[in-house]
């Protein structure tokens, strides 16, 4: 699914690398249809979800907090659209909120099975 750019990060940091902000560096994202976008929402959020029980699961209670700034987020996002009417925004929002809770319990099977790695 998705994730594994975030995962890296996420692990690189809590090993004690460091981490640095550079302002004037633009990330281009290839440009999608509507569709295309839709079609990736729910793997962003498993990716996500699979990776805070992967996180949690090995002991590390941090995931929780991170987990619990991501749903903050993507809530207030779908409030946003809802309140504005944007239907498109607030379905997009969504199917990444239900991707996180299915990469929750994705992640934690992965680990009771065995596999360490998405």
């Given at each position: 699914?998705?994730?594994?750019?975030?995962?890296?990060?996420?692990?690189?940091?809590?090993?004690?690398?460091?981490?640095?902000?550079?302002?004037?560096?633009?990330?281009?994202?290839?440009?999608?249809?509507?569709?295309?976008?839709?079609?990736?929402?729910?793997?962003?959020?498993?990716?996500?979800?699979?990776?805070?029980?992967?996180?949690?699961?090995?002991?590390?209670?941090?995931?929780?907090?991170?987990?619990?700034?991501?749903?903050?987020?993507?809530?207030?996002?779908?409030?946003?659209?809802?309140?504005?009417?944007?239907?498109?925004?607030?379905?997009?929002?969504?199917?990444?909120?239900?991707?996180?809770?299915e990469g929750l319990g994705?992640?934690?099977?992965?680990?009771?099975?065995?596999?360490?790695?998405?």
């Amino acid at each position: 699914h998705g994730g594994l750019d975030m995962d890296l990060f996420y692990r690189v940091l809590r090993a004690g690398g460091k981490a640095r902000y550079e302002p004037s560096v633009v990330v281009l994202h290839e440009r999608t249809t509507q569709a295309g976008r839709l079609s990736r929402r729910h793997a962003y959020g498993y990716g996500t979800g699979a990776a805070v029980a992967i996180w949690v699961a090995g002991g590390d209670r941090f995931g929780w907090r991170i987990l619990g700034s991501w749903v903050r987020m993507r809530t207030e996002l779908l409030a946003q659209a809802l309140a504005r009417g944007r239907w498109a925004s607030a379905r997009e929002e969504t199917i990444v909120l239900r991707g996180t809770a299915e990469g929750l319990g994705g992640g934690f099977r992965m680990v009771r099975s065995g596999r360490k790695s998405r």
